[in-house]
C-alpha cells in the first residue's frame, strides 16, 4: 500500500480506529496510524499535508 491508495488507508484506518472521530486527528497522529498499517510499505517522507488530509476527508466519508 502507498500514500496514493487513500481510500485503502482509509478503510483500514476506520476499521483499526472505530471510536475515533477523524476530523479531530492530527496529522502527526494519522500519519503514524497510517506507517502502522500492515501492508503500508512507501517512503514515511513521501507524505504532506495534502494527502494526509485527503485521507482524513475519505476516512469521514468512510464512516458515515
Known amino acids: 500500500m502507498k500514500w496514493t491508495d487513500v481510500r485503502e488507508i482509509a478503510i483500514e484506518l476506520s476499521e483499526a480506529h472505530p471510536d475515533v ?3 479531530y486527528v492530527r496529522f502527526t497522529d494519522l500519519h503514524s496510524w497510517v506507517l502502522g498499517i500492515d501492508g503500508f510499505d512507501d517512503d514515511p517522507e ?3 499535508e495534502g494527502i ?3 485521507i482524513q476527508m475519505t476516512w469521514l466519508d468512510e464512516i458515515d
Open 21 to 23: 472521530d477523524p476530523q
Open 46 to 48: 513521501k507524505s504532506n
Open 52 to 54: 494526509l488530509e485527503a
